[in-house]
């Protein structure tokens, strides 16, 4: 019998975190400049350096799956030169969806550091918890809340933005 995942961790921050956090934010606000949702990743290798960014491009692109997640993981592994990326972090602003989760436990990535939760389609615990599903073959530690306010009030401000009087 397979034993559970643990529950997200969710303190203390290490000071880590919130310098990935901040990589993960500049890319973020690049998102802004092709008009898509400012979210930004970035994968931490085992070295400590970052090997991957990657920021919403969807409108840039034409692609439903160029998600920052997604675009990070496509270029740490390039820059690992294997698909698995163990002993790596990924930071995102916002918690993962369901496909970039899928993507996460694919390439084994085994730590995850975001910002904000999105109550609507979530995978790292508010709607689904794909990271830590027990049925699956690889688990992830999920530090959630790292510079939540500010990656939340980053994604509010560009939805007010384009919902006026809402």
Do not use: Q, Y
Request: glycine share 8%; net charge neutral; charged share 30%.
């Amino acid at each position: 019998m397979v034993s559970p995942p643990p529950p997200a961790r969710r303190a203390p921050i290490p000071s880590e975190s919130e310098r990935w956090m901040d990589a993960a934010l500049r890319e973020a606000r690049a998102a802004l400049e092709t008009h898509d949702v400012p979210i930004g990743a970035v994968v931490i290798g085992p070295d400590g350096r970052i090997i991957g960014r990657g920021r919403n491009r969807r409108e840039a692109d034409a692609d439903p799956t160029a998600h920052a997640e997604i675009l990070a993981i496509r270029e740490a592994a390039r820059e690992l030169g294997t698909w698995r990326l163990a002993g790596c972090t990924l930071a995102v602003t916002l918690e993962p969806c369901s496909m970039c989760a899928g993507a996460i436990v694919l390439a084994r990535v085994p730590r995850v550091v975001f910002g904000a939760w999105d109550e609507k389609a979530g995978a790292a615990g508010s709607v689904f918890d794909v990271l830590r599903e027990r049925r699956l073959n690889h688990w992830t530690e999920v530090l959630p809340e790292v510079r939540e306010a500010e990656c939340a009030d980053l994604l509010r401000e560009f939805f007010a933005a384009r919902r006026p009087g809402a």
